[in-house]
């Protein structure tokens, strides 16, 4: 309200102040919120991929699904989460196999496809440049 009354300032230097005071308080909030709605976004994206990793989760089918652009949107992920979505995806995906070769007795072709793999010779190759042991290795091992 100090804006708008007239005799609230003796000079203009306080009113020069209030207005930079004003605008930095502006500043701050507005980055709080941005910060704020860009952790909303990754936040949603990876509940997403999580719940769908057997799926199509192309950038395109995530921006969709999402509500944004697919080429802001993995601007923003990146940024947030330090990796690209889909080595996000390929992660999640890996580690979901790991776990199903380790505690299931699902046949290797089953867990790939499971894990949204339609070409087993494809993930096991993913899976053994992932973690250094074919599938089938992995599940001798232990």
């Not at 330090?82 to 046949?107: F, H, P, T």
């Amino acid at each position: 309200m100090e804006l708008f009354d007239p005799g609230a300032f003796v000079t203009w230097g306080q009113a020069a102040d209030y207005i930079r005071r004003l605008t930095a308080a502006i500043f701050e909030l507005c980055s709080f919120s941005g910060k704020n709605a860009i952790a909303g976004i990754t936040e949603r994206t990876k509940a997403y991929i999580l719940s769908n990793l057997g799926n199509d989760l192309s950038l395109t089918a995530i921006g969709q699904e999402i509500g944004f652009n697919p080429i802001y949107l993995s601007r923003v992920f990146k940024q947030v989460e330090g990796v690209g979505i889909q080595e996000y995806v390929e992660n999640c995906r890996m580690d979901m196999a790991r776990r199903l070769i380790l505690n299931s007795r699902m046949k290797i072709y089953e867990i790939a496809e499971k894990c949204g793999y339609s070409n087993p010779a494809y993930f096991i190759k993913i899976f053994k440049a992932h973690f250094g042991v074919s599938p089938q290795g992995c599940r001798n091992r232990e």
